[in-house]
């Protein structure tokens, strides 16, 4: 897999961020006009400051920001040059964090096409790194990670045990409007628990 393709390595983008802090990206895997996902995003992201976790970095990474093709799709010339640069700087991105919580919303049993195909585009930037699963759905969006499971495991990615799943029918009015349950807390803090210490630990490795 070629750099110009996949990005840097994260060995580069370590040694060019000089740091020591942890960064984790929370990703909102969602494209949908109307999504849901946003309000969710903040929701975590706002959680997640609110830990003060000493040495940590949160940043919330929106999909619907960068316009990238369908994998091996043709694409005319003018296309080429703004697909070029969209897959650049998601490679980036994805690579300057140590970990991640990516919000996945379940489309027929699954994750959306959006996100599996963002991530057909990553390997080395998100290999031996951590990664958290918050979901939506009718279920929570408990068959959408299975499903991230699978991919994430495909991309060298080891995915927290404990995970934040807020139901359509009680977590959000009217299915639109997101209005979680102070239950979720619970989950959320535990989930944010276990991916600092996998985070930290696969840290050692790369």
């Known amino acids: 897999m070629s750099e110009t393709l996949f990005g840097k390595t994260e060995q580069t983008t370590r040694e060019e961020k000089g740091t ?18 946003a309000a969710v995003t903040e929701w975590i992201h706002e959680f997640a400051v609110n830990r003060n976790d000493e040495g940590v970095e949160y940043e919330m990474v ?14 005319s ?15 980036e991105k994805m690579a300057s964090f140590d970990g991640y919580v990516f919000i996945t919303p ?12 963002a991530t057909d585009f990553l390997k080395v930037e998100v290999a031996n790194k951590a990664a958290a699963l918050v979901g939506y759905g009718s279920l929570g969006g408990a ?8 991919i994430l ?20 009015e009217n299915m639109s409007v997101f209005k ?12 944010f628990d276990d991916l600092l210490l996998w985070t930290k630990a696969l840290n050692t490795i790369r």
């Open 77 to 91: 010339e003018e296309r080429q040059a703004t697909a070029g640069a969209a897959i650049q700087a998601w490679s």
């Open 153 to 172: 495991g495909e991309l060298s990615v080891a995915s927290v045990h404990t995970t934040t799943n807020f139901s359509l029918m009680t977590d959000f």
């Open 20 to 37: 020591n802090n942890m960064k984790i990206g929370i990703i909102s895997g969602s494209v949908r006009e109307g999504r849901n996902s």
């Open 143 to 150: 068959r959408a990670h299975e499903n991230m499971r699978v």
């Open 180 to 191: 979680p349950n102070e239950y979720n807390k619970v989950n959320a803090q535990g989930m």
């Open 106 to 117: 379940e489309y027929n049993h699954a994750v959306g096409g959006a996100l599996k195909n």
């Open 62 to 75: 929106a999909l619907a920001d960068y316009d990238l093709p369908l994998l091996g799709a043709k694409l």
